[in-house]
């Protein structure tokens, strides 16, 4: 019964806060020290053990002006929800932290300790009491409106943009005017959604001023229809990738001394994906845009194990399969240093975890997510950066539940799943922030990363997902000559336009799916 309770109560908290932006469900950042809590004889009260505790943990999200669904900054506050916040920290639904702790050495790890846990159901069970006012801690002070402080530069949609009540998913770019005067370097973006319930994720770019001014609004709503990545295609350049966010992350400076660019004169490319949530939205998102003082030594590289979000690994979900495992490696050419990972999938998966092998046998954890949670979506930076050598091979094994009885399922009853973008559709990869030791060894990693790109493209074509995708797209790939060329015109929704080999610097290398057998 106490399980069906924390299910129920968990299943309440989730139809509050499904699809708010990471600003609302982020729930702060947990000191690396503990905080204190009193003994276990003594009484446990507001002001001196459960205030610390959600002032160090929530209030970051839940307090006015942001976008969690409730405040708790007084004791009424908490004292009102204070069964549910019993709850939800019992089953550590809250705060939302995916990665197991101890598998992988993050920074910023949002989890609170089995004795804070303790000590709020502890709280609870005698009756909440305020305690001593004076011994209550002092209310965070908060930087108003960007969490990472003031940006450098903001941008901001310039027309709205209406999301309907129903229908499909719907992907949408649109242009922002950077008007920089000079090349930038770019150490984070903000990203604040207005319409926070029907945004999913949204995709950082920029490109060449006025490369798009011909396709802009051309159908008569702002922006215009697409996929990523925009740096792969020759004909937008300068162009590149600047970062993403999806529900559940939260903004991050780039590690000291890694920065992406960003030209002078460029358009911000803000590619969205939207989830109609029942009623009519209207989005107008800005952006906060944070500069390095100078361009960086080296530059940042994303490795995607399985690659380009799974197209060429994960062919198909049949319905009431529990457990669809699709497992993948890659060996490294270079000795490299892992600054983050980042996991992405849809509804249906249920289980991360990579593991990286030293050439010496011995075994490196690198992330493992238990029970993935759509809603919930986080980057993972490591404490320290990983250093692996020349030689390791990192695994990566993704499991799937496609049953009636995995409550995130979309459809019931159960339904055939392939890989696509709708959020209805899978996908899955971990992507992992990098860059090689030395920098002689950069051209080698150069060659490596686009082997995987293509090894990736030829396993779409032979398992026929991209075929599949592009036909949904009305796209003819056959006659689009190179299969780089194919997906940058897949992925440029028909302009013609094909996609060379992405720059070594903006590339999403990824391991080459072929001969791949799911299970």
């Known amino acids: 019964m106490r399980t069906q309770s924390i299910v129920r109560l968990k299943a309440d908290t989730t139809k509050l806060v499904v699809g708010l932006a990471s600003a609302a469900l982020i729930i702060g950042v947990v000191s690396r020290g503990e905080t204190p809590v009193q003994a276990q004889n003594a009484s446990v009260t507001f002001s001196e053990t459960i205030a610390p505790i959600v002032y160090e943990n929530c ?29 939800v920290t019992a089953a550590r639904y809250m705060p939302p932290w995916q990665a197991t702790h101890g598998f992988g050495d993050f920074a910023d790890e949002r989890r609170l300790t089995d004795a804070q846990i303790t000590a709020i159901g502890t709280w609870v069970r005698d009756g909440m009491p305020e305690g001593n006012r004076a011994k209550m801690p002092a209310l965070p002070k908060f930087t108003s409106g960007w969490r990472l402080g003031t940006p450098d530069l903001v941008l901001e949609m310039p027309q709205e943009f209406e999301v309907p009540a129903s229908g499909p998913d719907i992907f949408r770019n649109f242009v922002i005017p950077s008007k920089l005067l000079e090349d930038k370097w770019v150490r984070a973006v903000e990203f604040r959604p207005r319409a926070r319930t029907v945004v999913h994720h949204a995709l950082f770019n920029y490109v060449r001023g006025g490369a798009y001014a011909s396709i802009d609004g051309a159908d008569g709503k702002p922006g215009f229809r697409g996929l990523a990545p925009i740096g792969a295609n020759p004909n937008l350049t300068p162009a590149g990738p ?5 529900v559940g992350g939260s903004p991050r400076f780039l590690p000291e001394g890694l920065a ?5 004169g460029s358009d911000f490319i803000l590619q969205m994906h939207f989830h109609p949530s029942g009623k009519v939205e209207r989005e107008k998102s800005t952006i906060g845009i944070y500069f390095a003082e100078k361009a960086p030594e080296r ?8 690659g380009l979000f799974g197209i060429g690994s994960l062919v198909e979900i049949p319905a009431g399969e529990r457990n669809h495992v699709i497992e993948r490696s890659v060996t490294l050419p270079v000795d490299v240093r892992v600054y983050f990972a980042n996991p992405h999938a849809h509804y249906l998966a249920k289980e991360f975890k990579a593991t990286a092998t030293l050439p010496d046998g011995s075994a490196k954890p690198l992330l493992w997510i ?3 949670d759509f809603n919930w979506q986080d980057g993972y930076n490591y404490k320290e950066p990983v250093v692996l050598p020349k030689g390791t091979r990192i695994d990566v094994r993704i499991t799937y539940d496609n049953t009636a009885s995995n409550p995130r399922n979309p459809s019931n009853p159960p339904q055939k799943v392939w890989w696509g973008e709708q959020s209805t559709d899978e996908m899955g990869t ?22 995987q790109r293509n090894g990736t493209l030829l396993a779409a074509a ?4 991209l075929q599949r995708v592009a036909q949904s797209l009305g796209i003819d790939l056959q006659n689009t000559p190179g299969a780089g060329q194919g997906l940058g015109r897949l992925l440029g929704r028909g302009r013609g336009q094909g996609a060379a080999p ?7 290398p990824a391991n080459p799916d072929s001969g791949a057998k799911p299970r």
């Open 370 to 372: 238990q029970d993935w």
């Open 242 to 246: 600047l970062g993403g966010w999806a």
């Open 502 to 508: 992405a720059p070594a610097g903006n590339a999403a």
């Open 299 to 306: 530059t940042l590289r994303n490795l995607m194990v399985p």
């Open 430 to 451: 971990i992507g992992f922030g990098l860059i090689p030791v030395r920098r002689e060894d950069e051209a080698a990693w150069n060659t490596f990363a686009l082997q």
């Open 59 to 87: 209030v970051s999200c839940h307090r006015p002006g942001e976008a969690a669904p409730f405040s708790l900054i007084t004791y009424d506050d908490v004292k009102n929800r204070g069964k549910l916040i019993a709850a």
């Open 462 to 465: 032979t398992n026929g997902t």
């Open 260 to 264: 992406l660019p960003m030209g002078r």
